[in-house]
């Protein structure tokens, strides 16, 4: 077996390899510093950004980041950061080291549960598998140590099983109740193990008729049990002192429990989602292809899925010849431990993702190692004998190599592109720019942009999140925006349109300013290594009084009263969609201060007269009534009109003209030195669709 611990330790010596080179690219993801930032919170004294702490020994303590996710990461970054400092590179770091250990992990129960070939194998096929090298590295982010904690909780319970250790068991209720504080989505394992004991205790066991199933409380006495439960609440700690006052993680799983509310994902949708989770999910999971986003393309293994397809078919077929050479029983608990999590995906609180199913590493490369193992045992009383080792040797070289390919066309990536979207690297610049040129809080008006900052500036910026988990904005926002143009000048941070994760802010965000008679100036533009912008920095800055006429689309001779000319319009198009909005500018002029404040109106008329959708309001959006223009000045108005989604189609006629706040009278309107019937003039014929 020697040899075999030679494959274990060049898979040791690859993953480092391949997990550590270039580590700090690509770009540090929001995500992953979310758990991160606390732990630099923590040691600079600075106040702890997270869901909840507690308060222990004269001091504030993590305890929740999110109400379905606790602080185990954080305090495995607290000793990291202490001894290497706050940096990109210690906090991959420590996760590159939870990977290591998980694979001494896979080896140490394998090597028991199966044998050490099974054992080797295994660990060689994930330290080489692009979707562990990336996730263990920068991608699973918060919810990695759920995989060490899975295998030792695995292991743990086998050496009870077989040995009868209490400490054993004591290690694995602890290791249950820490993975479930560090992601609720924990305990699709433990339903997992509960529903495997379910239908593999008549296996392990003999008949009994429903004390079949006690077999667990006949192996630990009473004590055993009470201690174990015990250990079972401590590694639950986090997740119930934090539900103590009231059950909020509870609370948070049944608002989700129907449809996802920031991902809007149909829970009930069971058999659609679980196509999803077989088809796109877990094969993303095998092939590697996950990375498009954070690294620019997507490569994959083209035998991953064959290779686990044909290795799960090879153990039926072996079992049921009753070749296998390994416990089908054993095997059988990996199966089912692996469909039971990939199923329960289908149909709970989170939205649909890959990397969700990280946990039931390394089970599918287990299927392969022992498929693959066994048939070449089978092949010894065949005359196939003779060329075992060499098939053997090139199925492992083929996969091996395959994932290694696509392990290293991501790393050519990396070193072309800097990462992706939300993973560029153009994130370092911005954290430098924005600290060097004293920056403390910017408004970020887009998510992913706030936890990374801070772990990057160690503090020192601190982005205020404005933004909502949606693609329309609700009014509060736009208050918000209001109220922020007219404090102390900041800059803020948007994506590139097109590279934005919540759309919409923007619009309303420059429509709010607008009203304030303010305007974005362009701070900075950030792009990604191809050139592609990516971040946009934003300065606002007062609108300066207008008097050279702008060029219109639409020029007009119209008069309103004595002192208000209307110069003409834009309009963005003179067809419109129900639904949409029509985006009119009126171009208005003042020949002499007008003394008075008039709102403005703007009516789209059918052919009936009816009016379909109307604006009155104080012109630039409520934010310069007329009584404040100077003589001579220009003040361009922009109006949305929005469309009910049930406007027939047809020809539609817009108005528009001017009233007296006070009185509502309409002001006189000449158009070309006529006076026009009832004081409002159209502007223009549109077409709805």
Same mark, same amino acid.
């Given at each position: 077996?020697?040899?075999?611990?030679?494959?274990?330790?060049?898979?040791?010596?690859?993953?480092?390899?391949?997990?550590?080179?270039?580590?700090?690219?690509?770009?540090?993801?929001?995500?992953?510093?979310?758990?991160?930032?606390?732990?630099?919170?923590?040691?600079?004294?600075?106040?702890?950004?997270?869901?909840?702490?507690?308060?222990?020994?004269?001091?504030?303590?993590?305890?929740?980041?999110?109400?379905?996710?606790?602080?185990?990461?954080?305090?495995? #970054?607290?000793?990291?950061?202490?001894?290497?400092?706050?940096?990109?590179?210690?906090?991959?770091?420590?996760?590159?080291?939870?990977?290591?250990?998980?694979?001494?992990?896979?080896?140490?129960?394998?090597?028991?549960?199966?044998?050490?070939?099974?054992?080797?194998?295994?660990?060689?096929?994930?330290?080489?598998?692009?979707?562990?090298?990336?996730?263990?590295?920068?991608?699973?982010?918060?919810?990695?140590?759920?995989?060490?904690?899975?295998?030792?909780?695995?292991?743990?319970?086998?050496?009870?099983?077989?040995?009868?250790?209490?400490?054993?068991?004591?290690?694995?209720?602890?290791?249950?109740?820490?993975?479930?504080?560090?992601?609720?989505?924990?305990?699709?394992?433990?339903? =997992?193990?509960?529903?495997?004991?379910?239908?593999?205790?008549?296996?392990?066991?003999?008949?009994?008729?429903?004390?079949?199933?006690?077999?667990?409380?006949?192996?630990?006495?009473?004590?055993?049990?009470?201690?174990?439960?015990?250990?079972?609440?401590?590694?639950?700690?986090?997740?119930?002192?934090?539900?103590?006052?009231?059950?909020?993680?509870?609370?948070?799983? =049944?608002?989700?429990?129907?449809?996802?509310?920031?991902?809007?994902?149909?829970?009930?949708?069971?058999?659609?989602?679980?196509?999803?989770?077989?088809?796109?999910?877990?094969?993303?999971?095998?092939?590697?292809?996950?990375?498009?986003?954070?690294?620019?393309?997507?490569?994959?293994?083209?035998?991953?899925?064959?290779?686990?397809?044909?290795?799960?078919?090879?153990?039926?077929?072996?079992?049921?010849?009753?070749?296998?050479?390994?416990?089908?029983?054993?095997?059988?608990?990996?199966?089912?431990?692996?469909?039971?999590?990939?199923?329960?995906?289908?149909?709970?609180?989170?939205?649909?993702?890959?990397?969700?199913?990280?946990?039931?590493?390394?089970?599918?490369?287990?299927?392969?190692?022992?498929?693959?193992?066994?048939?070449?045992?089978?092949?010894?009383?065949?005359?196939?004998?003779? #060329?075992?080792?060499?098939?053997?040797?090139?199925?492992?070289?083929?996969?091996?190599?395959?994932?290694?390919?696509?392990?290293?066309?991501?790393?050519?990536?990396?070193?072309?592109?800097?990462?992706?979207?939300?993973?560029?690297?153009?994130? #370092?610049?911005?954290?430098?720019?924005?600290?060097?040129?004293?920056?403390?809080?910017?408004?970020?008006?887009?998510?992913?942009?706030?936890?990374?900052?801070?772990?990057?500036?160690?503090?020192?910026?601190?982005?205020?999140?404005?933004?909502?988990?949606?693609?329309?904005?609700?009014?509060?926002?736009?208050?918000?925006?209001?109220?922020?143009?007219?404090?102390?000048?900041?800059?803020?941070?948007?994506?590139?349109?097109?590279?934005?994760?919540?759309?919409?802010?923007?619009?309303?965000?420059?429509?709010? =300013?607008?009203?304030?008679?303010?305007?974005?100036?362009?701070?900075?533009?950030?792009?990604?290594?191809?050139?592609?912008?990516?971040?946009?920095?934003?300065?606002?800055?007062?609108?300066?009084? =207008?008097?050279?006429?702008?060029?219109?689309?639409?020029?007009?001779?119209?008069?309103?009263?004595?002192?208000?000319?209307?110069?003409?319009?834009?309009?963005?198009?003179?067809?419109?969609?129900?639904?949409?909005?029509?985006?009119?500018?009126?171009?208005?002029?003042?020949?002499?201060?007008?003394?008075?404040? #008039?709102?403005?109106?703007?009516?789209?008329?059918?052919?009936?007269?009816?009016?379909?959708?109307?604006?009155?309001?104080?012109?630039?959006?409520?934010?310069?009534?007329?009584?404040?223009?100077?003589?001579?000045?220009?003040?361009?108005?922009?109006?949305?009109?929005?469309?009910?989604?049930?406007?027939?189609?047809?020809?539609?006629?817009?108005?528009?003209?001017?009233?007296?706040?006070?009185?509502?009278?309409?002001?006189?309107?000449?158009?070309?030195?006529?006076?026009?019937?009832?004081?409002?003039?159209?502007?223009?014929?549109?077409?709805?669709?």
């Amino acid at each position: 077996m020697r040899h075999w611990r030679a494959v274990f330790l060049l898979s040791l010596v690859l993953y480092l390899i391949a997990a550590l080179y270039q580590l700090e690219l690509p770009g540090l993801n929001y995500d992953e510093a979310l758990d991160a930032v606390p732990a630099m919170q923590f040691l600079s004294g600075q106040p702890l950004d997270t869901a909840a702490s507690v308060h222990f020994a004269g001091r504030e303590w993590p305890l929740m980041i999110l109400p379905y996710m606790g602080t185990t990461s954080t305090y495995l #970054y607290l000793p990291a950061f202490a001894l290497s400092g706050v940096s990109v590179l210690t906090l991959r770091g420590v996760n590159v080291l939870l990977g290591f250990l998980t694979l001494l992990l896979v080896w140490g129960f394998l090597r028991k549960y199966l044998d050490e070939r099974v054992a080797a194998l295994t660990a060689l096929l994930l330290a080489v598998n692009p979707t562990y090298v990336f996730w263990t590295r920068m991608g699973a982010y918060h919810s990695l140590p759920m995989l060490p904690l899975l295998v030792l909780t695995l292991w743990a319970l086998y050496r009870w099983y077989r040995g009868g250790s209490a400490g054993a068991l004591l290690l694995a209720a602890f290791c249950l109740g820490l993975g479930l504080s560090t992601k609720i989505l924990f305990l699709w394992f433990w339903v =997992a193990l509960g529903l495997a004991w379910l239908l593999l205790s008549p296996w392990l066991q003999p008949w009994n008729g429903w004390r079949t199933w006690l077999w667990p409380l006949r192996r630990a006495p009473l004590r055993t049990w009470v201690a174990a439960g015990g250990m079972l609440a401590l590694g639950l700690a986090m997740l119930l002192v934090y539900n103590v006052p009231q059950p909020r993680t509870v609370q948070m799983m =049944a608002q989700n429990a129907v449809q996802t509310e920031l991902y809007g994902v149909n829970n009930l949708d069971v058999l659609g989602n679980l196509r999803t989770v077989i088809f796109e999910d877990f094969r993303v999971l095998l092939e590697g292809s996950w990375f498009e986003e954070a690294l620019g393309a997507a490569y994959y293994n083209p035998l991953a899925v064959g290779a686990f397809v044909l290795s799960t078919a090879a153990i039926l077929w072996l079992s049921w010849r009753g070749r296998l050479r390994y416990s089908p029983r054993r095997v059988a608990l990996l199966a089912l431990l692996l469909v039971i999590i990939v199923v329960q995906s289908a149909f709970t609180i989170t939205s649909l993702g890959a990397k969700h199913l990280m946990i039931v590493w390394p089970i599918p490369q287990t299927l392969v190692a022992v498929a693959l193992l066994a048939l070449a045992d089978a092949a010894r009383q065949t005359s196939l004998n003779q #060329y075992r080792p060499v098939v053997l040797g090139i199925a492992v070289l083929a996969l091996v190599t395959t994932e290694g390919w696509t392990t290293w066309q991501y790393h050519r990536l990396l070193t072309q592109g800097g990462g992706n979207l939300f993973f560029s690297d153009a994130i #370092y610049e911005l954290a430098r720019d924005l600290e060097e040129n004293g920056v403390s809080e910017p408004a970020a008006l887009d998510w992913g942009f706030r936890r990374n900052l801070q772990l990057l500036t160690q503090g020192r910026v601190n982005p205020e999140d404005r933004f909502e988990y949606s693609q329309q904005p609700s009014t509060g926002f736009s208050d918000w925006a209001r109220w922020r143009a007219q404090q102390e000048p900041t800059l803020y941070l948007f994506h590139a349109p097109e590279r934005a994760a919540f759309q919409g802010h923007w619009q309303l965000w420059e429509e709010a =300013a607008y009203a304030q008679r303010m305007r974005p100036v362009l701070w900075k533009e950030y792009t990604e290594r191809d050139g592609e912008p990516i971040y946009r920095v934003y300065a606002l800055e007062a609108e300066p009084r =207008a008097f050279t006429p702008p060029e219109v689309g639409f020029p007009l001779q119209a008069t309103f009263g004595d002192t208000i000319a209307l110069l003409g319009f834009d309009l963005a198009s003179l067809t419109a969609k129900r639904g949409e909005s029509i985006q009119l500018t009126l171009y208005w002029q003042a020949l002499a201060p007008p003394g008075r404040s #008039y709102k403005v109106f703007a009516h789209l008329l059918d052919t009936s007269g009816n009016a379909v959708a109307q604006h009155d309001g104080i012109p630039h959006g409520w934010g310069y009534p007329t009584s404040e223009w100077q003589a001579g000045e220009i003040v361009h108005d922009r109006i949305r009109l929005l469309l009910p989604a049930d406007t027939p189609p047809g020809h539609y006629r817009l108005f528009a003209g001017m009233y007296d706040e006070a009185t509502g009278e309409r002001l006189p309107l000449l158009h070309k030195g006529q006076r026009q019937e009832g004081d409002t003039l159209q502007l223009v014929e549109m077409v709805i669709e």
